[in-house]
């Protein structure tokens, strides 16, 4: 029912962002809208729902599924609808002008946040001690 009101305050109003537009290892076909080197590999809607809060957006969790996305995982459902304009049609904060500014920020910013830092440090440790459990065993004949 967006068509039906003109104030961009209204949450129907609000841009709707998927994580399939972030994604490094989306192609453009299957829905990535920023450039590769740009983006970040399988982003979550909770993530990009931390930046934004973070940055003092207005933000809201819908639980719906990008239509090009083939995987019916839980960790793919999701989108955010985040206020990019103000009642009187100013920008709610002035550094983002488009939704393509928004997505870029948010793909810069997800890599900082302190559960990518955490999981990349803590599974390189896990992958070093499970190494070569079962060297040197032969079969029997």
Known sequence: M??????PAEKERFICIYP???NSK???????????EKAVENPTCTEMRDVLTAAGFNVLVENKMYTRELNRDVQFRGRVRVQLKREDGSLYLEKF?????????????????????????GGDQNAQQGEGG????????
Not at 97 to 121: C, F, N
């Open 97 to 121: 002008e488009s939704r393509k500014d928004l997505m870029l920020y948010v793909a810069e910013m997800i890599p900082k946040l302190k559960t990518r830092t955490q999981k990349t440090g």
């Open 26 to 36: 989306k192609t453009i076909a299957e829905g990535r809208r920023i450039p590769v």
């Open 2 to 7: 967006a068509h039906l009101t003109q104030n």
């Open 20 to 22: 399939a537009y972030l």
């Open 134 to 141: 079962k060297k040197g065993k032969k079969k029997k004949k």
